[in-house]
């Protein structure tokens, strides 16, 4: 449903601070950000009680297409995340084939196009097959449209190739997105390496697969004198590295996901695959740690890693379950429950993370309204309860943890390019 719309009695999410305001849509764009703006012929869209934010941006999920739609396509990701509030949405390089050259991201790039208007920037891979060896031509995908590079799922074990990736993303405008896993010290571990780990008799992951990594890049980044993102912190340690690599004025921006703002490993304790997830959830000292990075800006924004797998992929034992958390259609309430409610962020500091610090990371036009910018919007309810039920999920993926959930914001209507995409029923009914 596309046209002329008038957003009236909300808050408004602006650049300098939520405001009492109407919004008005014509021709794909805000026309305008005002005071009892009347409706003149437009179609008016009642958001008394409502906060109208920019719509929220995601840098980091899993489209699945080409190759997995028994997982996810693009069309049925991009629905997922609208319903989720998401207007534009990075995707991960981990297809099949991979996004390793332009074709591909030629492909993805179209197929989001017939999908509609939710904005899919993919992200090429560092290195072809995600194989860590030959890197990708950087030059070539940046011109297609590739918005980063990163062999996310992948690490690039060989640190000489992580440094000339470095170098040649730099000189072709693209961020490295780094996916910190030391897999040498992952081994066959399934789940964080501690207490529950032990308890369950699963073999662990130690945090210093990921703390090792990320110090490793951050030191890359410095040697190279580029910027790196890192992707899906997880751990105290992890927080606390780039901490220090920022003060030391490194480049280095990261990003954590609202499972590890959520959940801990104690939710593994009856072996619900839904749990097993890649960095795996830690502990609550991580947890709280996770918390305070993000309040302290040590953690740069929120990504929702949204990973959609098929049943198959789920309904095994722990071992052989795959890796991932559909992500989509809880990440604003899971934040908006535990940071805001939690009293640990202002409402206008989770806009932010969620909206114009990842756009800004990746150098994406989105996450603000102003008049003039394309008319992406999310309007939540953020007093709304609701439960989670997984078999509701819009998205194919319905593997998530947090089933039986109550969480507290709720999105009721999306809004990409001017046509809403969610929630048409709620706004013009
Ligand atoms: O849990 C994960 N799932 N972590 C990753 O890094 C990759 C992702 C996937 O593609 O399923
Ligand atoms: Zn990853």
Redesign the pocket.
Same mark, same amino acid.
């Given at each position: 449903m596309s046209g002329k719309f008038l957003i009236k009695g909300g808050v408004v999410v602006t650049p300098d601070g939520m405001k009492g305001r109407d919004l008005m849509i014509k021709d794909s764009k805000i026309s305008r950000v005002g005071e009892n703006l009347t409706a003149n012929g437009f179609k008016t869209i009642d958001a008394t009680d409502m906060i109208v934010s920019p719509g929220l941006v995601d840098i980091h999920c @899993?489209l699945r297409e080409p190759g997995y739609e028994e997982k996810e396509d693009i069309a049925s990701g991009t629905a997922a995340a609208a319903k989720g509030g998401f207007t534009s949405v990075c995707c991960?390089a $981990?297809t099949n084939p991979v996004n390793d050259n332009a074709v591909v991201t030629e492909f993805i790039k179209k197929k989001a196009a017939l999908a509609g208007p939710v904005r899919v920037h993919p992200i090429a891979a560092i290195t072809k097959k995600l194989a860590g060896e030959e890197l990708t031509e950087a030059g070539e995908l940046a011109e297609v449209g590739a918005v980063a590079l990163s062999d +996310? #799922?992948k690490c690039v074990r060989n640190a000489m190739r992580m440094r000339l990736a470095l170098s040649y993303a730099k000189r072709f405008g693209l961020k490295v997105i780094s !996916?910190p896993e030391d897999t040498d010290l992952t081994d066959s571990g399934l789940m964080n390496e501690g207490y529950w780990s032990t308890a369950l008799g699963l073999p662990g992951i130690t945090r210093a697969a990921e703390e090792t990594m990320i110090a490793r890049d951050c030191i890359l980044a410095e040697t190279e004198n580029t910027a790196i993102h890192i992707a !899906?912190v997880s751990t105290r340690g992890g927080a606390e590295i780039i901490r220090q690599a920022k003060r030391r004025k490194i480049a280095v921006t990261c990003e954590t996901a609202p499972h590890y703002i959520y959940a801990t490993d104690e939710w593994v304790k009856d072996y619900d695959t839904n749990t097993k997830? $890649?960095p795996p959830l830690r502990t609550e000292d991580d947890r709280l740690a996770i918390i305070e990075a993000l309040a302290d800006g040590t953690i740069d924004c929120i990504a929702t +890693?949204h990973?959609p @797998?098929h049943i198959d992929d789920k309904n095994v034992e722990y071992t052989l379950a795959?890796? #991932?958390?559909s992500g989509f259609e809880t990440a604003f309430s899971i934040c908006w429950t535990v940071l805001v409610k939690g009293g640990i962020l202002s409402p206008e500091e989770l806009f932010r993370k969620m909206t114009s610090a990842p756009a800004e990371i990746l150098g994406l036009d989105a996450g603000i309204t102003e008049e003039g910018n394309v008319a992406d919007i999310a309007i939540i309810a953020p007093d709304a309860e609701w439960t989670v039920d997984p078999s509701k999920f819009v998205s194919r993926g319905h593997n998530s943890p947090f089933g039986g959930r109550t969480l507290s914001g709720m999105v009721k209507c999306t809004i990409a390019g001017g046509e809403i995409v969610y929630g048409g029923e709620w706004a013009c009914g």
């Open positions: @899993h991960m $981990n +996310d #799922g !996916h !899906h997830v $890649n +890693d990973a @797998h795959a890796s #991932g958390i």
